[in-house]
């Protein structure tokens, strides 16, 4: 036992000495290894085009359109059927993705360094609001907002950030806190405070004044944009922690809209997996509970680190759009985050709760012990592929996952 | 009494109709009436040369060099002994100033117009933090920002929001107030609004690609940038409320550094005047509260709108930074300014504490009764001049002024 405490604080320990830098925008195909022809990652576990939901596969046909892979989505479906694509998980080359978290070889890509253990992670650039591809989109609109991030804004980026050197996150998440944002549901704070560190350098690199014009209405129009950042940090934070014999800390959380899956640091890249649970929440004005897909995406890497729902106290704004209800409510569910976690980050604090630090390392044994599952503030997609988002809402992490996890950690330490 | 009561639901309600847009941003000397040569805009009620603080005379000999009226500091502060230049307040001009107020008729002013009611008002560019004017700076690099504000920013600032037909502020305050600012002591999230706001169009009318990243950065430097905006926002708001028989509600709080003046509405422009107070607070390294000077500045007008100290509650984080407290005590701030208001802005709310409006309307009989004076969040400065801000603190409206007022106030509507 005290074995696993000390191995759990090494895991904490490398969450925490962390530092996470935006340093650039590149090609997906150049930096992820296998990143080839009809390769699709997605958001999740690993699965197949059999069993994913309908947001899903309407990215799928939609990326494969994009990619020039199929000439409509129609025939794009077809070709999914008979497997013309190769399906992998994100988490298993580097990469998150939001909600469908389509990833392939011509998307930019913005690349988080974590200089304290050399390891880089990368996520596309967030689309935006409605009818994107993250949540099943995938018409005409979609498509061509996603070529302009490629041909566009991804490599504007790209040459600013090299201009920087690199803006580090630590500090401006810190300062997010303090602005109303746990960086899952609300990233309007971090989202003007990148704007605030990018622009300058946008404006110096550029040699396009209305693509620099575009580029800062589009950066300052996402109130999101922030969120695949904050994502990117999420993995390049968790992935020093992998591999720690004996720590029962959670290195990943995530969901490919059908199944849910963890990975723990003493029991490697092993996923444990449960079907999905379906969000709680309040929807978008002509939709209802009937509309909604369950819960998707690899965005739960912001909760693995103490944002998030485990942050909903820095952020009372949020508890009312994700239908959380009060600021107190918003208070205890980080205050009770506190009770399935190792410790508490001292530089991530939350000025409302007198600078109580985000709850930070989340023990599997804990979490069936106390039987309080990781709480997670979501975007809801239309269950139907081609709608878009239709809510957002607060969700729960299946309580199997983290039961089988803890048989096979049990078995990992020769206690079972 | 009913008519009292009447009087100050039509002055809340003036306050609460009212649309401030920023609309562009102006040479002082071009659009204030009288503002010719050696004529100094200053905050707070009228004062004389002889009368004013250090920094107030700090900061006049360095708009004296800065306008070419006089070769050096010391000639300048000869000048100003023997009467050459006329000293006005900021609010007999429709203007305001952030703590020394230097107004002068070379200098940018940004433009807020209440749609509501055609009126305008004006205010500088805020210079950032640590050796400025506005604290009692006055030497070559004070001087130099204040060119570069000139020559650089000003003007396309002007360009940019001419372009954009304005940008609405009560929206943008409000969704300040869930990330965390006050808008006094606490702009950080109201100043990424802006540059969101701003800078597309700021890159699209840009002919000079050196000064749009340096003027973007400059923006994204400044926390505090969004302080003079808040400004003329809250005198713009304040003048249509300035003439309204047998409202004893506040119209304007202001203080020079030496005095500190109310007006009310129901007795016009008349200034009540006490000495200033010392501010509670916390100073940067290497300073005490030996050498602060006294509270200064017009910007308690955005007290006088329900701001700074009044929604303290909506800014933990600055009440840690101005020596106020905990979050339980930000909180109690704004309930107790509850007590001496007329009431709440609807549209101004805090998610903290569960989106209760801000306490709108300053009611003297309140004031005088409960004998609670109204709170202000305020930079101090150095007491002398050419230092520049030496911490952050609390402070109250001195209650003479408003026993004075009230006074007045019984005689205007036939009670005393």
Request: glycine content about 12%; aromatic content about 6%; some cysteine.
């Amino acid at each position: 036992m005290e074995q696993i405490e000390q191995a759990n604080t090494e895991a904490v320990g490398r969450m925490l000495a962390a530092d996470p830098v935006l340093i650039d925008v590149v090609t997906a195909g150049d930096v992820i290894d296998g990143l080839g022809e009809r390769v699709i990652l997605h958001a999740g576990p690993p699965i197949d085009w059999a069993d994913m939901c309908g947001p899903m596969r309407g990215a799928i046909t939609g990326i494969a359109v994009f990619e020039d892979w199929a000439p409509t989505l129609e025939a794009a479906e077809e070709m999914a059927a008979a497997g013309a694509f190769e399906f992998r998980p994100n988490h298993h080359a580097s990469a998150v993705g939001p909600m469908t978290g389509m990833t392939t070889l011509s998307q930019p890509v913005m690349v988080v360094e974590n200089r304290k253990f050399g390891n880089r992670s990368y996520c596309t650039i967030n689309e935006g609001l409605g009818k994107v591809m993250r949540f099943g989109g995938n018409d005409a609109e979609v498509l061509d907002r996603l070529r302009w991030l490629r041909d566009v804004l991804g490599p504007a980026m790209g040459v600013a950030l090299r201009e920087t050197g690199g803006i580090p996150l630590k500090s401006l998440v810190a300062r997010g806190l303090t602005m109303g944002d746990e960086m899952h549901q609300r990233n309007v704070g971090c989202s003007g405070l990148m704007l605030r560190a990018l622009a300058p350098a946008l404006a110096k690199t550029s040699t396009d004044t209305a693509g620099l014009s575009e580029s800062l209405a589009f950066i300052g129009g996402n109130d999101q944009f922030f969120l695949n950042i904050a994502m990117a940090m999420g993995k390049a934070i968790m992935d020093p922690v992998r591999d720690i014999d004996g720590s029962c800390v959670v290195t990943a959380m995530s969901r490919n809209g059908t199944t849910f899956g963890i990975r723990v640091s003493g029991t490697g890249d092993r996923w444990f997996t449960a079907p999905v649970e379906m969000p709680q929440g309040l929807y978008f004005p002509g939709f209802t509970e009937e509309d909604a897909n369950p819960d998707m995406g690899d965005s739960t890497i912001v909760e693995t680190i103490g944002l998030g729902g485990f942050a909903m106290g820095a952020a009372p704004a949020v508890a009312g759009f994700v239908g959380a209800g009060t600021a107190a409510d918003a208070a205890n569910y980080t205050r009770t985050m506190g009770e399935i976690t190792v410790g508490e980050n001292p530089e991530w604090t939350i000025p409302a709760l007198d600078y109580l630090g985000v709850p930070t390392g989340i023990d599997i044994r804990l979490v069936v012990e106390t039987g309080l599952a990781p709480v997670i503030n979501t975007g809801i997609a239309h269950r139907e592929p081609g709608v878009g988002q239709v809510g957002a809402g607060v969700v729960r992490a299946p309580m199997a996952c983290f039961e089988q996890a803890l048989v096979a950690f049990a078995e990992s330490v020769g206690v079972a």
